[in-house]
């Protein structure tokens, strides 16, 4: 499930940079829109100061992640005065394998800073539901795999060897993976609350998600999806229209346009083959309901893609 949303979001290559900063100091990173930004805190301490917020404290294996590229500011103290934007996609600091910025010889801070490029015409609602910046605490989290991931990703950015190109490509996507689990692992889910948290721990509607997302082609009715989450159609179509915020079917065709959409842009799959991947039977079916969706035929949505 995860997986999916990442697939159908992610575009282009995610950057990342390893600087070592000694204080005094403090970095604004501007708000990048189409982006996902993080900070991973790899040794030392400094301080979050999101926008309309109180400052946050970050320690050592502190993980920050803005979901839609939120502008923030890292200093090694509240009060230390902020230089301009750095580490943001296209910035020479974001391809740097490592960089020093050097203040007055005070205390030293290492942090790993990067960005996902994101699609937001393909921006999946559980992305959307995420809040602008989440900060995953070292101290709180049982999560071994993020902290590998964390640890290989700094060491192939500070250490580059043969293959480090790719090898750093699939950290970073792994990164983003886990982030996303342990946020939503750790998110408290109470009876009757609503949203993606409490929709991927409920065991039938997630049954239904993953079978929707495993074979989107399948001839899904409500009541094949029920069968598959183990309630009765009522109970079933209530349950995930209040957990996931729309109807099954509703969200079935969503996340067939939206893979289609996908398919469209990254393969050059004819387009009687994506209607079947899809789940239509013909490809003037898929063609209908593409152009009731995106207000252009997909022929056309290729060419000016």
Known sequence: MLSDVITVTRTGRARSAHVRWHAPWGQHFASVPGSAGFQVILQGSCWLLPPDAQPVPLGEGDVVFLPRGTGHTLADSPETPVVAPGCVPGDPLSVSDSV????????????????????????????????????LPARSRRNPELTSAVRLLAAEVRHPRLGADAARRALLDTLLLYILRVWFDEQPVRGGTAGWAAALNDPPVAAALHAIHGDPAAGWTVAKLAAQAGLSRAAFARRFATLVGQPPLAYLTWWRMTTAERLLRTSDAPLRSIAEQVGYGSEFAFATAFKRSHATSPGRYRRES
């Open 100 to 135: 020093d910025r050097s203040g007055q010889g005070g205390p030293e801070t290492v942090v790993l800073c990067g960005a996902y490029q994101l699609d937001v015409s393909r921006a999946h609602p559980l992305l959307l539901t995420l809040p602008s910046v989440m900060h």
